[in-house]
């Protein structure tokens, strides 16, 4: 990659003709979105502290992950759009190759088999295709006629199943659809015609009665009858979403204050500082805590749509806009099924919950973001 090929620029007004930028844009940064994941990160840690009951590992873990994903985001940042997509399948390849690892030498916890151990580090290779999957998909349709015709879609159907399928083998059924509709996103951006959209429901609605019979396991279906009456195993399937809601209804209007939650502090709820960890910060800081998260959301949302709208390329376009419109769907899914309207799927909050291979991942995308947010045209 040359120079050239990378350096940001900026239009003077009414001039036509563009500068060399300065500042954040040097160093090929969006200083308002960084600003919203620092701040984001840090109201993070500070409600794991409470989450874990004071400990002082979780936190110090999840800091030094925090770290590396800002490196990773910055080191993101630098890489030409361009270039993102002229690469985008070794990390697709990469990413399904660690997941036919998985089945073979991966480790499990409580009955799935979703991690890979390399020299003490434990990481989860299906978190990599969240942002792999779309970062492919955009580079595919994004140098081909749009909306894509009938062969470029059943080909970037192909590059949404295999990794989808992988991860259902693990099993991990809600990690699997994430995948998939992160890659699905880029092809609704890419104006996936209306005709395809509804072969597509029709399909769906088919095939969840057949999901249901041949491919989910018993403790999957229990966590959807769980959903529809949480009072039939109060002391078993329903007990997560019983602690959850209580947590999150006791905590009021201004919450019972830090770390002075009951439900997690008296270890009631479980999984506080993963996937429950919106609950923790229901209880102690009420629904004033939770508005404050969703603003921040809200706000990184509102700017990682901005940056899709005014990208200089298709690929930058449908690579923004499927990385922000997944980084919505995780926020959705985790608030919804911690709240009791979504079966309890394994989601985590994201910047929130205790995980480096999610924080990192989702870093990763931003770089994305950020590099398509500075690049600039010489000129049209």
């Known amino acids: 990659m040359s120079q050239g090929d990378f350096v940001r620029r900026l239009q003077q007004p009414g001039s036509g003709v563009y500068t060399t930028a300065s500042g954040w844009q040097k160093v090929h940064l969006d200083f308002l979105l960084f600003l919203l994941l620092a701040v984001l990160t840090a109201f993070g840690l500070f409600v794991l502290y409470s989450a874990s009951g004071g400990s002082e590992f979780y936190v110090k873990r999840q800091a030094m992950w925090v770290a590396i994903g800002f490196v990773a985001m910055f080191i993101t940042a630098q890489i030409s759009p361009r270039l993102l997509a002229r690469w985008a399948l070794l990390p697709w390849l990469g990413g399904v190759f660690l997941l036919v690892a998985v089945i073979f030498f991966g480790t499990g916890a409580k009955g799935a088999q979703r991690w890979l151990d390399l020299g003490g580090f434990r990481f989860q290779p299906s978190e990599v295709l969240k942002i792999a999957v779309p970062l492919m998909l955009a580079s595919y349709l994004g140098n081909r006629h749009l909306p894509p015709r009938f062969a470029h879609v059943v080909s970037a159907l192909a590059l949404i199943l295999i990794p989808a399928g992988l991860v259902i083998i693990q099993p991990d059924l809600g990690t699997s659809i994430l995948v998939a509709a992160s890659g699905f996103f880029v092809l609704f951006l890419a104006g996936l015609p209306k005709r395809y959209l509804a072969i597509a429901a029709t399909g769906i609605a088919v095939a969840v009665p057949m999901?249901?019979?041949?491919?989910?396991?018993?403790?999957?279906?229990?966590?959807?009858?769980?959903?529809?009456?949480?009072?039939?195993?109060?002391?078993?399937?329903?007990?997560?979403?019983?602690?959850?809601?209580?947590?999150?209804?006791?905590?009021?209007?201004?919450?019972?204050?830090?770390?002075?939650?009951?439900?997690?502090?008296?270890?009631?709820?479980?999984?506080?500082?993963?996937?429950?960890?919106?609950?923790?910060?229901?209880?102690?800081?009420?629904?004033?805590?939770?508005?404050?998260?969703?603003?921040?959301?809200?706000?990184?949302?509102?700017?990682?749509?901005?940056?899709?709208?005014?990208?200089?390329?298709?690929?930058?376009?449908?690579?923004?806009?499927?990385?922000?419109?997944?980084?919505?769907?995780?926020?959705?899914?985790?608030?919804?099924?911690?709240?009791?309207?979504?079966?309890?799927?394994?989601?985590?909050?994201?910047?929130?919950?205790?995980?480096?291979?999610?924080?990192?991942?989702?870093?990763?995308?931003?770089?994305?973001?950020?590099?398509?947010?500075?690049?600039?045209?010489?000129?049209?």
Request: aromatic residues 10%; without cysteine; proline residues 3%.
């Open 211 to 380: 999901m249901w019979f041949y491919l989910m396991r018993d403790y999957q279906k229990q966590r959807i009858l769980t959903l529809l009456d949480p009072q039939s195993d109060k002391l078993g399937a329903g007990w997560n979403i019983m602690q959850s809601t209580t947590a999150i209804g006791s905590g009021g209007l201004h919450g019972k204050g830090w770390m002075q939650g009951t439900q997690s502090q008296l270890d009631f709820l479980p999984e506080s500082h993963t996937d429950f960890i919106i609950a923790v910060l229901a209880e102690e800081f009420g629904l004033m805590g939770v508005l404050l998260l969703l603003l921040l959301y809200l706000l990184v949302i509102g700017r990682g749509i901005v940056i899709g709208l005014t990208a200089q390329s298709n690929f930058g376009r449908l690579l923004a806009g499927s990385i922000i419109l997944t980084f919505s769907i995780y926020v959705f899914v985790n608030m919804a099924m911690v709240s009791g309207i979504l079966p309890v799927v394994g989601v985590p909050l994201p910047l929130m919950s205790y995980g480096g291979t999610s924080i990192v991942t989702l870093m990763l995308g931003f770089g994305m973001l950020m590099a398509i947010s500075t690049e600039k045209k010489r000129g049209v």
